[in-house]
């Protein structure tokens, strides 16, 4: 039996740890306690590591074995499954390819990487009705790909569902409140590949765009940004690379921990909870010798969830985004998720 004092977050290193074991594992107080636990993490920064998390640490290692076997193929085999060609925003997208900081970095995210999402049939009521972001997914052709990321998938998914009943708890309402909005979520899984920064400096181009242009010379691998959805769960390797804004302006380095994943709040639960929670701005700069690779999960909440504040969150106001004039809310998740991917997706925009 756990017991049902308030679990503190405590630091070490970056970030607060939150250990989810009394949440999988124990009574109602316990559960009760870790999402206070959370509630008090989100209000103070929104970013957090989170350990006994459930997730088979085996299986991790296969995806990135898997994912490291995919973006090692020739450009020419990972075009079989490129994004641009999917209507639903599924496959691989090349270095450059997504600009989550198009304003200052025009150039794109040196980086490559590839969406999964939920594998929908072409006979499922979402697909049949057209509704954008829904369909099936592209597999490679690799042996137990798509096997190991589906596992994966199929977990991460269920820990998000997990980590959004406790965060109910800790604002206050049921355990279940978000259960009818992620009955059928808007959830992606992102392997993703880094490479070293400074092996672009070597020949000052974008190998999948052929820029020569050194003023567009790339020296970030992911952009400044908030994440788009609810909840964003990460995976890393040992190669550090993740950097949060400060409340001073500055980027502090996120280092990886063993077992740990990193979890952070994305627009969407700013949005519900009216600014109670802040979604972290972050980037990923790469200075190692080495490729990076992380596994990023997006947990979104059904196409239809609106998005309006959450009734117990009276003291909070939109107003708290005048920061951020384009996070006033849309009518649905599924409306801002567009927005949001034709601001960094230049082919899914110019396709419409």
Known sequence: MYKTLMPKPHQTGDLP???????????????????????????????????????????????????????????????????????????????????????????GDYKEGIKIGRDLPLSHAFVQQKIALHGPNQWPCLPHWQADMQLAYDAFSALAKKLMQAIALGLGLTETYFDNWLAQPMATLTPLRYPPISTVNKDKTYPCLGETDSSHTPTLSAGAHTDFGCLALLAQDDIAGLQIRTQNGTWQTI???????????????????????????????????????????????????????????????????????????????????LQKIDASFAYHRDNK
């Open 255 to 337: 280092a990886p921990r063993k077992a740990c994943l990193i979890v952070n709040i994305g627009d969407m639960l700013e949005l519900w909870t009216g600014g109670l929670y802040r979604a972290p701005a972050h980037r990923v700069l790469n200075t190692s010798q080495h490729m990076r690779h992380s596994l990023a999960f997006f947990y979104d909440p059904q196409y239809d969830t609106p998005l309006h504040v959450l009734p117990n969150c009276p003291n909070a106001s939109n107003k708290s985004h005048d920061r951020k004039a384009e996070k006033q809310p849309p009518l649905t998740a599924l409306a801002y998720l």
């Open 17 to 107: 740890i939150i250990d989810f074991a009394p949440f999988l594992q124990g009574d109602p107080a316990a559960r009760l306690n870790i999402g206070k636990s959370i509630d008090r993490v989100c209000r103070a920064g929104g970013i957090f590591y989170l350990t006994q998390h459930g997730i088979d640490l085996d299986m991790l290692a296969r995806c990135f074995q898997q994912a490291r076997l995919f973006f090692a193929l020739p450009r020419a085999e990972k075009q079989k499954i490129a994004i641009t060609q999917s209507p639903c925003h599924r496959g691989w997208f090349d270095i450059g390819g997504e600009a989550l900081d198009r304003q200052n970095h025009p150039e």
